[in-house]
């Protein structure tokens, strides 16, 4: 995945109130406002082999845009105006077993990692500190067993989700004829 932030200016068309999600062979684009509508952020996901350790790797732009060359020309006109991008890389991993040890216990992407092809995983930790406040938020409560309890009360909605981004993932990157 790379990503910049430009400036509403000059994000064009690629600037408004809403998320936009462009889809083509081996990789997708996602783009959508933030810091109240003055700056456009922009993910660009695509299939390759490239694997580096972090979150935060420079790369170069126009190696990022051999990658949609198949892209509308007026998505990658926006996308060449970015001064630089960072990468980092996609890692399918396995849920772990136990999300808790003892006194101690995981919520998010630490407990159940999930791939951004569906936009959730931040909902999930959100919604896990939730759950995991309401079991531990008696004072008399057993740390140990509300730490059980979350993970038997959330897994089923990870995994589901988990599930669907990875299928989102397969699905934005289709070839024709089946992305037709």
Do not use: M
Request: aromatic share 6%.
């Amino acid at each position: 995945a790379a990503r910049t932030v430009l400036a509403a200016a000059a994000a064009g068309r690629l600037a408004g109130p809403h998320v936009g999600l462009w889809l083509g062979p081996g990789a997708n684009v996602v783009h959508y406002p933030v810091r109240a509508g003055r700056e456009i952020a922009l993910v660009i996901i695509a299939r390759e082999d490239w694997l580096a350790s972090g979150w935060d790797n420079r790369v170069d732009a126009a190696g990022v845009l051999a990658r949609l060359a198949t892209f509308h020309p007026s998505l990658i006109e926006v996308l060449a105006q970015a001064p630089e991008y960072r990468k980092w890389s996609l890692h399918r991993l396995a849920g772990l077993p136990c999300w808790s040890r003892g006194h101690i216990g995981l919520i998010g992407d630490a407990a159940h990692p999930v791939l951004p092809h569906l936009a959730q995983g931040a909902a999930l930790a959100l919604e896990d500190a939730l759950v995991l406040g309401e079991l531990l938020g008696d004072d008399k409560a057993d740390v140990v067993q509300a730490l059980r309890r979350f993970e038997r009360e959330r897994r089923g909605r990870a995994a589901r989700v988990t599930a669907l981004s990875r299928r989102n993932g397969q699905l934005y990157h289709l070839d024709a004829p089946l992305a037709w």
